[in-house]
């Protein structure tokens, strides 16, 4: 059995070392081992749903070993993460999700998106707590909450739409004092479907000859606003979700096969375009809207 | 392009219009959620409904409405309308029904697309090359993409409500006929020939 060691720290900044190591296991059992796992982001959290698919798609029974105790195993909790990784995940407990408080960091807790219907109920659900979360937390205007669910809707469609397989989307607020200073809304959304390069093949592949690859398939969709669909009204969705985010002065990245994409803000300078990640098969859309500050 | 309304003269024309309440279709035609408009398919699905209203409405001898007609499309309940939503029920709306194979002479005004659904419809007519008249709030605008004497000829003709083939000159100069026969064309006015030209919005309100 192939053990891979789950950082005490996992979030959106380190998940590719263990997509690496649960695609190396091949066909072997893997036993992700998170038993020293003190904090976690809700992108460390779907990143680690995604790799225990792989490796249970590669025949491999996959097992998860989580902290005996402690804030993080609550926050799991709450989060709803034992319920999603007992679908994943061989032994793993199904506990009930812990029905955050209305002081909860939680705004949505790990939510399974396999269809449409799915993006209507978590819309529908976020309302109350996006509201207060945007307003007072990040001191958005009180419309950004109506801006927020667009992105939302749109970010999950993204699932159903392109990756012709299930996924997950969960969104937490957090206080990033050493980091940036300010109050942040992580939202994940992580699938393990066909990916970008394999969505747009058909369509687009035969147009960028050569260059076609994982890079260029995140540019035509990114950048370009192209999708599978032959239709113009397509492709707004990344778009949109582009442009708001980018009055909001946040952060949107998209990881895809070999590469990874994004618009990053002055707070967190990073290069648009990195190739040469450790292949992850699917799409992981990571957002992160910080809090406003005054001019 | 040259229009009769149903009983002649646009004035007194038989175009009392008819209006769909788009959070009603959602309820409806797509699933009790409440009113917010989200999702590809559930767009096609409100947009399926409100074409086959039209459709029953032009079939039925006792509903059939004048040819053409003004048709409100009402968002007032719509809380969220995402931008696969606004693609559905705004622009493949209107280019169903822009064409010389559309199934109904039918204009189009939006109701209720405030700033917060205001984004999503100009986004979506911006990537079609459309234009729609929408109530935003404080009445009627041009949305979308137009030549700023375009723009000018809906603002003067909006104001004016009507302008006959006489007053054509003064209010729009030289150019105003050809300016308003392309309005309506892009389905932004009614032009009838010898009448001149109506906005939507007054035969909207006309009785």
């Known amino acids: 059995m192939r053990v891979v060691e789950i950082p005490s720290s996992l979030d959106y900044r380190n998940v590719d070392a263990v997509f690496a190591e649960a695609a190396a296991a091949g066909a072997e059992p893997v036993l992700f081992d998170a038993r020293r796992l003190r904090w976690i982001d809700p992108n460390g959290m779907l990143a680690l749903l995604c790799a225990g698919q792989v490796a249970s798609a590669n025949g491999a029974a996959a097992r998860l070993s989580l902290p005996a105790g402690g804030d993080v195993v609550g926050y799991l909790d709450r989060m709803g993460f034992p319920a999603a990784a007992a679908s994943v995940f061989q032994g793993s407990p199904r506990r009930a999700v812990r029905t955050p408080s209305r002081a909860s960091d939680v705004l949505l807790e790990i939510t399974s998106i396999a269809t449409n219907s799915d993006v209507h109920d978590v819309v529908d659900r976020v309302q109350s707590r996006a509201g207060a979360i945007l307003s007072r937390t990040l001191r958005y205007p009180l419309a950004a909450v109506v801006q927020f669910s667009v992105i939302l809707s749109e970010v999950c469609q993204n699932i159903v739409e392109h990756a012709d397989g299930p996924g997950w989307v969960a969104a937490q607020r957090y206080n990033w004092t050493r980091r940036l200073g300010r109050q942040v809304l992580v939202i994940a959304v992580s699938d393990v479907g066909r990916g970008f390069r394999d969505s747009l093949a058909e369509e687009h592949a035969e147009r960028f000859g050569d260059r076609w690859g994982d890079v260029t398939a995140l540019e035509a969709a990114f950048l370009m606003g192209l999708t599978r669909f032959p239709d113009t009204g397509r492709g707004q969705g990344i778009q949109q979700i582009r442009k708001q985010v980018a009055r909001w002065q946040g952060l949107v990245s998209i990881r895809s096969g070999t590469a990874r994409i994004a618009d990053s803000p002055s707070w967190h300078p990073s290069p648009p375009v990195v190739d040469g990640l450790p292949r992850f098969p699917g799409a992981q859309i990571n957002l992160v809207l910080p809090e406003r500050i005054d001019d | ?207």
């Open chain 2, 1 to 207: 392009m040259t229009e009769r309304l149903a009983h002649g003269r646009h004035g007194d024309a038989a175009t009392q219009p008819g209006a769909i309440d788009v959070a009603a279709i959602v309820t409806d035609a797509v699933a009790s959620r409440g009113h917010n408009l989200v999702t590809r398919p559930t767009g096609r699905a409100v947009r399926e409904a409100i074409e086959q209203r039209l459709a029953l409405a032009a079939a039925s001898p006792a509903r059939k409405p004048p040819s053409p007609h003004v048709m409100l499309i009402d968002f007032t309940r719509v809380r969220i309308l995402d931008f696969s939503c606004a693609d559905e029920v705004v622009a493949k709306l209107l280019l169903r029904y822009q064409g010389p194979d559309r199934p109904g002479n039918i204009f189009f005004l939006f109701r209720a697309v405030d700033e917060m659904h205001r984004h999503a419809v100009e986004e979506v007519l911006e990537r079609h090359g459309l234009a729609a008249v929408c109530d935003v709030g404080g009445g009627f605008q041009l949305l979308g993409p137009a030549t700023p004497e375009e723009r000018k000829a809906w603002d003067t003709l909006e104001r004016c409500e009507r302008i006959g083939p006489r007053d054509l000159a003064e209010a729009l100069g030289e150019l105003g006929e050809p300016l308003l026969i392309g309005l309506a064309r892009r389905r932004l006015a009614y032009w009838s020939g010898n009448c001149g030209a109506a906005a939507l919005s007054a035969l909207a309100r006309t009785r």
